[in-house]
């Protein structure tokens, strides 16, 4: 079989794409090994900021596809004595409903869809890929689908990246440390909930070290509770955690009436050094597209299929499917998000060292303020005008070393941004700016420790 296109994996990294791809004049193939009715299914707390259907252009979710349409986030302190309330309007996805929709709307432009079939590898020769081996379990067939470019949407498993040869940057692998081991459960409630628009953060070391607890409403009565927990630490099960805290952060929760429940890897590190090569393309969780400091990662893998969709169509206008003619979707990339991606990535790993009672202290006494909350999570930027004020007027008191340290959070996301910004133009820089990204990360590690 031929293709001009072969998007492996069908959760909403692929079904964005083949959306922005179809109707294009483009031959596609999407396939997953689920079976269509379960695309989309995946452990998540669903949660996606309205921004992004608008920056790309995707249709909002309507009827059964959108569960909550939410106005805000608070977030509570370890002791939760201090609460932050950061306006912004989202949606709580009914998530399988609008990855479906989407695949359907690009089936009928001309997309075909191939469920209960499996990349098994890629096929690479002469430095390139030219699509991949797969098999179908409907069938039972084992066939070869020959393709200009393959995308591995293959979320957090990256299937299909990974069996390419170990020298390409593109196969570039996670360690355990930058990935947040997540456990959620969608539950009805004891009883109506007030303010079910907002969504609600715990952020507690001891509770979920390294991550947090959420509740998110998918109504007056409905939601999906969860936590995530560093992982490579070493630490018990996230389940663990959650029955033993479960109480403590959502009394509210009756679990004699559970609906859902499942845990996933989530990767919280800075994006792929880069998500093209020869005849190849990698979007979504499979790129490490997610938000490290809240592990929000649909929005991104749509911003990633976006770029990508701009990069193979330019591709097929020059007739050149080279890592060269592809590169400009990292550039897209980093530009919309990559670069406030990478920066968040350093704010991430000072969180995590932090004790509760730093975080009380900082949240309570306003070291950092919600604005500069909202500022970092949208531009990934720390002003530290409010912290350096702060930190004139509470430089002695209980904690300077805390200030201090924020301060030089915030110098070296700035450095690491700016870092970004200068991205190579051309693919044969790559490993040279790899290894100023690494030493810089080095560098920071150093500093805040
Ligand atoms: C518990 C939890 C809570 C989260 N909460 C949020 C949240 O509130 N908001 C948010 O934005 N993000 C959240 N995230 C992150 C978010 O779920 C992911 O970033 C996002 O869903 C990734 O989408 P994806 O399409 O890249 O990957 P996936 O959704 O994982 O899709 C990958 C698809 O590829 C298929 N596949 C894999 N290998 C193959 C193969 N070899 N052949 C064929 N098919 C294959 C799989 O079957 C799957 O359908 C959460 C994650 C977790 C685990």
Redesign the pocket.
Known sequence: MKYDVLI???????ASLAWHLAGKGLSILL????PFTR??D???????SKAHFDDLGMPYPTGEQLENVIHGIKLYSPDKRTVWTVKGDGFELNSPAYVQRLTKEAMEKGVEVMDL???MKPIFEDGFVKGAVIYNRRTNQTMTVEAKVTVD?????I??RNKLPKELPITEDIDDKDADI???EVTLTRDDMEDYDYLKIYVTQQYSPGGYWWI?PKGKNKVNV?L?IQGGMGYPPVQSFYEKYLKDIAPEVDRQKLLVKG????PTRRPLTTMVWNGIAA????AFT?NPVH?????S?MISAYCVSKSILSAFEKGDFSVQSLWDANLCYIEKYGAKQASLDLFRRFLQRLSDDDINFGMNKRVLKEEDIVEASTYGDLHMSAAEKAMRVLAGLSRPSLLFKLKTVADYMKRFKNLYYDYPKDPKEIMKWKARVEALTAEFINAIS
């Open positions: 492996v994996g069908a959760g909403i990294a692929g396939i997953d090994s689920k695309f989309g995946k452990p998540c707390g669903d949660a996606v079939t499996t990349a949407a293959t979320g957090y498993s299937s299909l997540a456990y959620r998110f969860g995530g845990g996933a890897l989530v979007i979504g969780d499979s997610v592990g929000g990662g649909k929005g893998a």
